[in-house]
């Protein structure tokens, strides 16, 4: 009787133990969610086709603390949380990489017709923008409307809201752990939304100002996993991770209804069309180098170990 | 880095990860700083209730798209505007010639119900947004004495600050639907001493 019920218990605790749970993560699709709803029930999913993904940083320019290289190293962290994870047994179709060159261009924009950079940036006249004044973080998803393609992503950090930090074990008072708000950021960067699961690093609501929570869960994983599922593993040449219409470190000179009226193809600009910029170039070369030293001093360390 | 590093590293990696994962507590990452419902109401110029009639995108001058969305007042519980008003909210994020621009968090204006909704002036033109992004748009389910207030919020990510400073996770405005009654009692409360002000 009593070696009856311990199987009973065992085979109970072996179906909870394989059965999935609910997925609770959504995605960013073409439509905005509902009021009062975290996920939009219509619309096409957003998500990166490009498989090759480069974003920059640009510097902050009031503050050296963290310093710059801190800062990259975090971001990379970061993303680093979402690109090592496993869809059944095999990578992530995606790579992520931190482009050589920093970004120069201090707001968010996508240009339909000249160089782009995936930006991740700290904004100190944070409502002179015009921006939601209790935001901490803002990720700006361009998208094709009609495919769901992402086609560019800028992640906007508020400097104004509390000191910026790489908290340690915990936080100190007033500080916003960075590493925090950056996964999370990255996570709507890579086309998710936000979860209705409470352990989700994707769930909408609450960070405390600690540090031990920057993993993902399950529902991240099995989010992440959905979205890129259909596409095959990526074989990126260093040229590839070139955002959409190349890299450009500034800002385009284009004013918005100028590039409305490239992208409705309705007006030629002529002269007042941005030429292609030899620096542009350069930026390239020197982000191919870069990422060839990383990947040589990778396979340095692998060989050594 | 070309490509992510895998194998033995990356598994034991992920374990680790589960392991602590399994071993904290939850809390998670913030984007959005709570406004409870008295915050909600004093950082609002205007708290109507409305419903949204259209809506147009367009680029900013910052070449953002943000997306004007009329909303017609229903009835009127802070500020200048009257019943029957058209007020414009701007919201970022829309879609211009196939180029969307996707912002989570931000506010969405139902169509198909009414809401209360907490506006601010967020320049000298008078453009309004909702205060805290989606937390400041409440939608209103049913009718008459049955119309209920839901939670605002949903796809924000929510955190306030403590008295100390620290930063503390929190809930919505509305931690659970409300008779619309009971939220327009509440509403009513707080417009009265800033008012009287």
């Known amino acids: ?305 | 880095m070309l490509t992510t590093r895998r194998g033995p590293i990356a598994c034991l990696a992920l374990l680790l990860a589960g392991i602590l994962l399994w071993a904290a507590p939850a809390v998670r990452a913030a984007t959005v700083l709570a406004l409870d419902l008295a915050a909600l109401v004093r950082q609002s110029d205007e708290i109507v209730i409305a419903r949204a009639e259209g809506e147009r995108s367009h680029y900013r001058p910052d070449r953002l798209i943000v997306t004007d969305v009329k909303l017609r007042v229903l009835d009127a519980l802070k500020g200048k505007a009257h019943v029957g008003d058209v007020l414009v909210a701007t919201r970022l994020g829309g879609s211009v010639d196939g180029i969307g621009l996707a912002v989570p968090g931000e506010a969405s204006f139902p169509s198909d119900r009414s809401a209360i909704v907490f506006l601010r002036h967020v320049d000298a033109t008078g453009e309004l947004q909702a205060v805290g992004m989606s937390q400041g748009v409440l939608p209103i389910e049913g009718d008459g004495a049955t119309a209920t207030v839901m939670p605002g919020g949903a796809g924000a990510a929510l955190v306030q600050r403590a008295d100390d400073g620290k930063l503390v996770s929190a809930p919505d405005a509305l931690l659970h639907p409300q008779t619309l009654r009971s939220v327009l009692g509440q509403i009513q409360k707080l417009v009265a001493p800033t008012h009287a002000r």
């Not at chain 1, 209804?257 to 350069?282: D, F, I, K, V």
């Open chain 1, 1 to 305: 009787m009593r070696a009856n019920r311990a199987l009973a218990v065992l085979a109970l605790s072996v179906t909870c133990a394989s059965t999935p749970r609910a997925s609770a993560y959504c995605r960013l699709t073409t439509s905005m969610p509902v009021a009062g709803s975290a996920c939009a029930s219509d619309g096409t999913p957003l998500v990166w086709k490009r498989q090759c993904i480069s974003y920059s940083v640009a510097p902050r320019s009031h503050s050296t603390t963290p310093t710059l290289g801190e800062l990259r190293d975090l971001v990379d962290r970061s993303f680093r949380t979402w690109s090592d994870v496993t869809c059944s047994g095999q990578p992530l179709a995606l790579s992520l990489a931190q482009s050589a060159e920093l970004s120069m261009c201090d707001k968010p924009e996508y240009n339909a017709t000249a160089g782009n950079a995936n930006t991740v940036l700290f904004v100190t006249d944070w409502q002179a923008r015009k921006l939601p004044a209790e935001a901490f973080g803002l990720t700006m998803v361009w998208h094709d409307s009609r495919t769901g393609e992402i086609v560019d992503a800028d992640m906007q950090l508020n400097e104004t809201l509390g000191t910026l930090a790489i908290c340690k074990q915990r936080c100190a008072q007033a500080e916003v752990d960075l590493q925090n708000i950056i996964t999370h950021e990255a996570g709507h960067f890579l086309g998710l939304g936000h979860s209705q699961e409470r352990t989700a690093c994707m769930f909408g609501q609450a960070l405390v100002g600690e540090t031990s929570k920057r993993f993902l869960s399950l529902d991240d994983e099995t989010g992440i996993c959905a979205t890129y599922a259909q596409l095959s593993q990526p074989k990126c040449a260093v040229s590839d991770y070139a955002p959409e219409n190349g890299f450009s470190a500034t800002c385009a000179t284009l004013t918005a209804p100028q590039q409305q009226a490239q992208s409705c193809s309705c007006h030629t600009l002529g002269a007042e069309r941005r030429a292609p910029r030899a620096h542009g170039w350069l930026a390239m070369l020197t982000g191919a180098l870069w990422l060839v030293h990383r990947w040589l001093r990778h396979r340095r360390a692998h060989d050594s170990s």
